[in-house]
């Protein structure tokens, strides 16, 4: 009997002792892919600082206080409190920390002058949610809060409430700033979509603004114009 119980036990303690293994080996298993998981967080977050790197690098960033902007016209301007011993210079973009404000379009020593998003000349590239669907984005000409996101494809379906930013098809923003989020859309003339646009930055209360200077734009500018004079001779 004596024998009998302990070959009973040693078969039990064997089955606990697989019982344990294989749990060992489930935790072992879940911790690796835990590790590989943070591994490759670490990637991704090493990627993105690279990236953040590389975009700071292509822009200089300089803070600015509103002194007066107009609302009630129809061709809205900004002044703000730094000019070209700043490092401001034209064609600069303007925004705040709620996304897109305006274009300095001039400056002195001290002083800058833009104009702001509620223009009709001004117009602004906006890509739509997380697609490649990029379309000119500006003023309703009625809200300091809203914009029109024009000339999209009839067929183009949008859902109210997805975020609008910019492209970074221009050289006057940085890409992916948010500007709003979409409401209400309607076809126009039957040919093209047009969808509201309700904006992160009220334009009747901007008070602090950033201007962002694309440090390559001259770079830029110099290749267009090569094209353009090439294409004149074709």
Do not use: C
Request: proline share 4%; no cysteine.
């Amino acid at each position: 009997m004596a024998f009998l119980w302990g070959s009973g036990e040693t078969v039990r303690s064997q089955f606990r002792l697989d019982a344990l293994n294989q749990e060992l080996q489930a935790e072992n298993a879940r911790l690796q892919e835990q590790l590989r998981a943070y591994e490759l967080l670490d990637v991704e977050r090493e990627e993105l600082e690279r990236l953040v790197a590389r975009e700071k690098a292509n822009y200089r960033y300089t803070p600015a206080t509103v002194v007066k902007m107009s609302r009630n016209r129809v061709h809205n301007y900004i002044i703000l409190n730094k000019g070209s011993e700043d490092g401001i210079h034209p064609q600069s973009g303007i925004i705040s920390d709620r996304g897109v404000v305006g274009v300095v379009e001039a400056v002195d020593k001290h002083y800058s002058y833009g104009v702001t998003l509620m223009n009709p000349d001004l117009s602004v590239g906006a890509r739509l949610g997380h697609s490649e669907l990029v379309a000119p984005l500006s003023w309703d000409g009625k809200s300091s809060g809203r914009a029109i996101l024009r000339d999209l494809a009839p067929h183009v379906a949008v859902s109210p409430g997805d975020t609008v930013r910019t492209s970074g098809f221009s050289t006057l923003f940085p890409p992916d700033i948010p500007i709003g989020v979409t409401g209400d859309s309607r076809i126009v003339d039957g040919s093209t979509r047009q969808v509201e646009v309700m904006l992160f930055q009220d334009l009747a209360s901007v008070r602090y603004v950033t201007v962002v200077e694309n440090l390559a734009r001259s770079e830029i500018r110099a290749l267009e114009a090569v094209e353009e004079k090439e294409e004149k001779k074709r």
